[in-house]
């Protein structure tokens, strides 16, 4: 029903920035709460960042707080992920995840979103 596709990933040096993007299919993007999550080789998918319906609230994972900043642009049903300042340690694949009828218990549970995009790789060298 609801169809996300993610880009702007790449491959980056330590300290340098990139913008990632995630488009959203449907008519009501508006009423959506998203999320952005990452997953790494040998490690569990973990929280990155989240944003609600308004843009108002916003929700990052500590090892991100300062350095990357969610956004929305509900005109253009889109979700944006900047990222500074990356670390070898942000090396991951990284997912955008919408629920549809906005953030249900927690926005930092995976379970809670309902569609997923396919992800895209983030590499940072030193």
């Known amino acids: 029903q609801v169809q996300l596709v993610e880009s702007g990933g790449g491959l980056v040096q330590a300290g340098g920035s990139l913008r990632l993007s995630c488009a959203a299919s449907?008519?009501?993007?508006?009423?959506?709460?998203m999320g952005w999550f990452r997953q790494a080789p040998g490690k569990e998918r973990e929280f990155v960042a989240a944003?609600?319906?308004?843009?108002?609230?916003?929700y990052y994972a500590r090892s991100v707080r300062g350095r990357f900043t969610i956004s929305r642009d509900n005109a253009k049903n889109s979700v944006y992920l900047q990222m500074n300042n990356l670390k070898l340690e942000d090396t991951a694949v990284y997912y955008c995840a919408a629920q549809v009828l906005g953030f249900k218990t927690s926005p930092i549970a995976s379970y809670e979103y309902d569609y997923w995009g396919q992800g895209t790789q983030v590499t940072v060298s030193s």
């Open positions: 449907g008519r009501t993007f508006s009423t959506y709460a």
């Open positions: 944003i609600d319906w308004s843009g108002g609230n916003t």
